[in-house]
T-cell receptor, first 115, second 113 residues
Framework: AQTVTQSQPEMSVQEAETVTLSCTYD???????LFWYKQPPSRQMILVIR??????QNATENRFSVNFQKAAKSFSLKISDSQLGDTAMYFCAFIPFNTGNQFYFGTGTSLTVIP | NAGVTQTPKFQVLKTGQSMTLQCAQDMNHEYMSWYRQDPGMGLRLIHYSVGAGITDQGEVPNGYNVSRSTTEDFPLRLLSAAPSQTSVYFC????????????FGPGTRLTVT
């Protein structure tokens, strides 16, 4: 069975500071993709960053970067220079490469950026 | 390009009523899916489709029906609404290639009284 665990239901960070959201997953697959999605109060799901499991290099997108530890099945998201617009629910998601397009989502972390 | 559209945005139903949530995408994506989002439970897959005429069950399919007569449309039917189906529903689509990003609609907030 594939599972995704986000152990931090809520987090807060001061504006301009750095925060790390954790995610672990369980799978027997060797090839897969990992994603972080952001859901602001508007409810729209927005892709933040994507990581291919076969790549050792950690993905980065501007202020967002990941720490991907394949052996530990860990996929944390680091947000640098936090901005008020980063306030949102963040979901970690996993999809096996060869067994269909079914995404597995974590339960989410609610992040509040404090001015 | 409208992306993924969903209607309605909000809906209130009485127990036992039926209704259809509409979903359409204009990106020619083969894969479409329906999720429900409940507090503390993330997104759970209800049904999905890998192409016109092909549908399959996800994690929580009971009480819901789907069909896929065209590539663009993937409606979700609630047969006899129950209070346990109060939730926010998201439709998503993607290419069928492994690891493709899923594009989400804006969601439908459904309340069953």
């Amino acid at each position: 069975a594939q599972t995704v665990t986000q152990s931090q239901p809520e987090m807060s960070v001061q504006e301009a500071e750095t925060v790390t959201l954790s995610c672990t997953y369980d799978t027997s697959e060797n090839n897969y993709y990992l994603f972080w999605y952001k859901q602001p109060p508007s409810r729209q799901m927005i892709l933040v960053i994507r990581q291919e499991a076969y790549k050792q290099q950690n993905a980065t997108e501007n202020r967002f970067s990941v720490n991907f530890q394949k052996a530990a099945k860990s996929f944390s998201l680091k947000i640098s220079d936090s901005q008020l617009g980063d306030t949102a629910m963040y979901f970690c998601a996993f999809i096996p490469f060869n067994t269909g397009n079914q995404f597995y989502f974590g339960t989410g972390t609610s992040l509040t950026v404090i001015p | 390009n409208a992306g993924v559209t969903q209607t309605p945005k909000f809906q209130v139903l009485k127990t036992g009523q039926s209704m259809t949530l509409q979903c359409a995408q204009d990106m020619n994506h083969e894969y479409m899916s329906w999720y429900r989002q409940d507090p503390g439970m993330g997104l759970r897959l209800i049904h999905y489709s890998v192409g016109a005429g092909i549908t399959d069950q996800g994690e929580v399919p009971n009480g819901y029906n789907v069909s896929r007569s065209t590539t663009e449309d993937f409606p979700l039917r609630l047969l006899s609404a129950a209070p346990s189906q109060t939730s926010v529903y998201f439709c998503a689509s993607s290419k069928l290639a492994g690891g493709s990003e899923q594009y989400f609609g804006p969601g439908t907030r459904l309340t069953v009284t």
